[in-house]
């Protein structure tokens, strides 16, 4: 980290969480339509997690799941999608506690 002190890079990271708490637009300094970032946003705010699994808006409770972040359900499904970016289908694996591609699963 070059020459900097330990004081400029909290400083640096103190910035970046303002910015996502906020959700403000790093590029422009302005703060999104109230709303825009959507449920999952505002519920961070208050410290709410939520599964990581597209579409599901399953409030994380137990210590596990939140560890995971992601719900039972679909910590025991065959398959799911992380993003809708992201074509590719993943299964969690109990072994090592984080979903792998699907394709590393034998049949």
Same mark, same amino acid.
């Given at each position: 980290?070059?020459?900097? !002190?330990?004081? #400029?890079? +909290? %400083? &640096?990271? =103190?910035?970046?969480?303002?910015? $996502? *708490? +906020?959700?403000?637009n790093q ?12 449920p999952?946003? =505002?519920? %961070?705010e208050?410290?709410? @997690? &939520?599964?990581?699994v597209? /579409?599901?808006? *399953? @409030?994380? +409770?137990? !210590?596990?799941?939140?560890? $995971?972040? =992601?719900?039972?359900? /679909?910590?025991? =499904?065959p398959?799911v #999608?992380?993003?809708? %970016? %992201?074509p +590719?289908?993943?299964? &969690?694996?109990? #072994?090592?506690? $984080? &979903?792998?591609c699907?394709?590393?699963f034998g049949e």
């Amino acid at each position: 980290m070059g020459g900097e !002190s330990p004081t #400029q890079r +909290t %400083d &640096f990271w =103190a910035g970046r969480r303002a910015l $996502k *708490t +906020t959700g403000m637009n790093q590029a422009s300094g302005e703060a999104p339509a109230p709303g825009a970032l959507g449920p999952q946003a =505002a519920a %961070d705010e208050e410290g709410l @997690q &939520f599964c990581q699994v597209l /579409h599901c808006n *399953t @409030q994380l +409770t137990k !210590s596990y799941c939140l560890k $995971k972040k =992601a719900c039972t359900a /679909h910590m025991q =499904a065959p398959a799911v #999608q992380l993003s809708a %970016d %992201d074509p +590719t289908v993943y299964r &969690f694996c109990q #072994q090592c506690g $984080k &979903f792998e591609c699907l394709t590393k699963f034998g049949e």
